[in-house]
């Protein structure tokens, strides 16, 4: 059995941070477990942002660096650095959202290209990464999604899309760096999985190079998941997913309210629970067709995971498993997961202040929907604090 003590050892978990870099992180978790202070300071922030007040300096100090790595890429050197004195691993992530210009999802390609050619160079940077949405508008997605009829101008628009996978998808090959693409709304998901596919059929045919994600929170993707696995047997290649929980869980169930259509959503946290740990079981059961890169920041599930790949006889290391959380999170399961020998990288956000706050938002939101996660933050906080005396 693995001890179900590992995750305690709060040393070990913030053994990167200073005194105060643990007051901050302390200080900024207990305002994000105050829902109506989420919602006042996302409001002042994007307004404040919106007409150009001065409050990059703050945001900077606070909030920006603690969940992410830098403003460009150089700045995130010395956090990547770090982060391997430790053995665990970086994937840079250029979260920019919410642009809807054809020359921003070209730039975002370039940004993706340079990010893999530079994680080839790099044995600390296994991966590369970035979402549908950065590589074409929304509307365009949904629309491909739900079947309907494109215009010359938007089948123009979508033929650039798949062009600009095929880049990022041969590049990734090249350069032997796998990369994860994120998911998004399930509205528009359908042909992101389907580009996907395609791109799994045409350049995982030695190993699993393209990562698609898999949102656990639907209820459907267990499902999904055996159908897929089932035409890649059939056509002779390897699929590669990373697994979540979810992130736009309010944002689903009140569009499929509004609209009067089923929500894609589990029923309650704990069937979710129980659905992502099925989706993690069946893929670690079919490792040799399957990579997995388990993103969760729940105790229970990767304990889970420890123990069947215990089970199965497999090395903490197998280079088929990794395990992942986002940059300022869950470091008591990062760190002391890496220190027992796991395959572990944080996924570290970087971009411009101003153009990365949607991001920092959406995750600001997260958190708080999550209380339990947040407290337990809180806590191991709290117990280095008086570990060390501050």
């Known amino acids: 059995m693995i001890p179900k003590t590992l995750f305690e050892d709060t040393e070990t978990a913030f053994s990167l941070k200073s005194d105060s870099e643990l007051e901050r992180a302390y200080f900024l978790f207990k305002m994000i477990s105050k829902e109506p202070l989420v919602r006042i300071g996302t409001s002042v922030t994007k307004f404040a942002l919106n007409v150009n007040l001065p409050v990059e300096g703050l945001i900077r100090s606070t909030v920006f660096d603690h969940f992410c790595g830098g403003v460009s890429e150089d700045d995130c050197a010395s956090t990547v650095e770090k982060l391997a004195g430790v053995d665990v691993y970086s994937v840079l992530d250029y979260s920019v959202e919410g642009k809807e210009e054809e020359q921003q ?19 600390n940077m296994p991966f590369a990464v970035f979402k549908p949405t950065g590589f074409g508008r929304f509307a365009i997605w949904q629309k491909v999604s739900e079947g309907g009829e494109l215009s010359s101008e938007e089948k123009a628009e979508w033929e650039r899309i798949v062009a600009r996978y095929d880049t990022i ?8 760096v796998v990369l994860l693409i994120d998911g998004e709304e399930s509205w528009m998901q359908q042909a992101a999985d389907d580009l996907c596919e395609a791109m799994m059929q045409k350049y995982n045919k030695e190993k699993p190079i393209v990562y698609n994600t898999l949102q656990c929170y639907r209820w459907d993707r267990l499902a999904y998941l055996k159908e897929i696995h089932q035409r890649a047997r059939e056509n002779n290649y390897h699929l590669g997913f990373k697994i979540v ?19 894609p959503i589990c029923g309650s946290k704990s069937e979710t629970d129980e659905h992502f740990n099925q989706v993690m079981r069946y893929i670690l059961d079919n490792l040799s067709e399957i990579g997995l890169f388990l993103g969760t920041h729940n105790e229970l599930s990767t304990y889970l995971a420890m123990e069947r790949m215990k089970e199965m006889g497999l090395n903490e290391n197998d280079k088929q498993v990794w395990f992942g959380q986002l940059f300022g999170m869950s470091d008591h399961i990062s760190y002391n997961l890496a220190k027992a020998g796991y395959n572990v990288a944080k996924y570290i956000p970087f971009g411009p202040v101003k153009d990365v706050m949607p991001y920092l938002i959406r995750r600001a939101e997260e958190n708080t929907s999550v209380a339990g996660q947040t407290n337990r933050e809180l806590d191991l906080l709290k117990r ?7």
């Open 169 to 176: 998808c041969a590049e990734a090959v090249r350069c032997d």
């Open 105 to 123: 999802f070209d730039r975002t390609l370039d940004k993706v290209m340079e990010l893999t050619r530079h994680a080839k160079d790099n044995p």
């Open 245 to 263: 929980r979810g992130a736009y869980m309010e944002k689903e169930n009140d569009r499929a309210e509004a609209k009067g259509y089923p929500t």
């Open 384 to 390: 280095e604090k008086q570990r060390r005396g501050i």
